[in-house]
């Protein structure tokens, strides 16, 4: 039982997956430091890292979470939980700030933050919100590959509230919680760290659930993918159970 508590601890990871653009950076994915081929490079556009720790997602970001970067905004967390996301760069060639149908990428929630600072950055609360094919969804101002961009209206069902939290850190280096690292930081572009609890969502961390998020510009889209961690501890818990059942019936005989 000691061995699977300290084996529970590693169910924190950085699940950064590569975003299939452009591989100039560092990290996980080498989505650290990188942003997407023909944007603006900058701590101050990036988006480093997801971290998963149970239900709770963790974003890691150079690009200002509360205030945005002018002209643009932040977007919203898309999330794929039964595998069957087509977000792959080119799924809808238009980037004009126009809408397009859910129906092209199969996203089934979104994380969408209601209140706006400056009609950029975003700050207050946020809904967990159940989506469908007739959904609609806005599209990036310039970089298509990273579509979409937030939830604009149609079929919707909330199954979750919460309100944003978002600390910084002006550390060059930061070390998340499986002992990854993201890079870049200063006083003037910090790391902002925002965590959301995701658990209102049904399976939210079972193996293959996808993230996707990018600005308003489509400068940086990172995209996040939990791994088998979950089912391998689940398995690991099974088979520590069965050797002490085993033990016992032995003392037993």
Request: charged share 15%.
């Amino acid at each position: 039982m000691a061995f699977l508590a300290t084996v529970s601890t590693a169910s924190a990871y950085n699940i950064t997956i590569y975003d299939l653009q452009g591989t100039n950076g560092s990290g996980q994915g080498n989505e650290d430091g990188e942003t997407e081929p023909g944007t603006l490079p900058g701590q101050e556009w990036d988006f480093e890292a997801f971290d998963m720790r149970g239900t709770t997602l963790t974003l890691y970001s150079g690009f200002n979470i509360l205030s945005g970067q002018s002209p643009y905004r932040m977007g919203d967390i898309f999330i794929d939980v039964d595998g069957d996301a087509i977000w792959a760069p080119g799924t809808d060639p238009s980037a004009n700030g126009g809408i397009t149908s859910n129906a092209l990428f199969k996203f089934d929630y979104v994380v969408h933050f209601k209140t706006r600072v400056g009609d950029h950055g975003i700050q207050g609360d946020y809904e967990i919100l159940k989506i469908g094919d007739s959904t609609n969804l806005r599209r990036t101002k310039f970089k298509s590959q990273s579509n979409p961009f937030v939830f604009d209206s149609g079929e919707i069902a909330t199954v979750g509230t919460g309100s944003v939290s978002v600390s910084s850190d002006a550390s060059s280096t930061i070390t998340l919680h499986d002992g990854t690292q993201v890079t870049g930081g200063s006083n003037a572009k910090p790391h902002f760290i925002m965590s959301i609890d995701l658990g209102a969502i049904s399976g939210i961390a079972n193996h293959g659930t996808l993230f996707h998020l990018t600005q308003e510009c489509g400068n940086d889209l990172i995209v996040g993918r939990v791994s088998d961690t979950g089912s391998a501890l689940a398995l690991l818990g099974a088979a520590m159970t069965g050797v002490s059942m085993f033990v016992r019936r032995s003392r037993k005989s």
